[in-house]
């Protein structure tokens, strides 16, 4: 699902996915359904969504570094404790 919004310069793309709409979708389905959207939209909303999901890219790797790092730590937390001393 796409909406669409009205700015001054015109029709500006923003890219918004209702998962519970989507969550019966597979992964195929909602890359072709993207890419319909893609095909029609305009140079600024392209920039304006490839914005969006490389945003959304970093955080998931933040997270993940997090995730890992907490996961290290709690591995070797006795390590860790006797490096402190």
């Not at 919004?5 to 890219?15: D, I, Q, T, W």
């Not at 519970?20 to 890359?31: A, C, G, N, P, V």
């Not at 392209?46 to 907490?70: F, G, M, P, S, W």
Request: charged residues 30%; negative net charge.
């Amino acid at each position: 699902m796409a909406a669409y919004k009205r700015g001054c310069g015109g029709v500006s793309f923003v890219l918004i996915l209702e998962f519970r709409i989507f969550d019966i979708m597979s992964t195929t389905e909602l890359k072709i359904e993207i890419q319909k959207l893609i095909s029609d939209a305009s140079e600024h909303a392209l920039t304006d969504a490839l914005d969006i999901l490389k945003k959304d890219h970093e955080q998931a790797e933040e997270a993940r570094y997090a995730k890992n790092l907490e996961k290290i730590m709690a591995d070797n937390r006795g390590l860790l404790q006797r490096l402190a001393q």
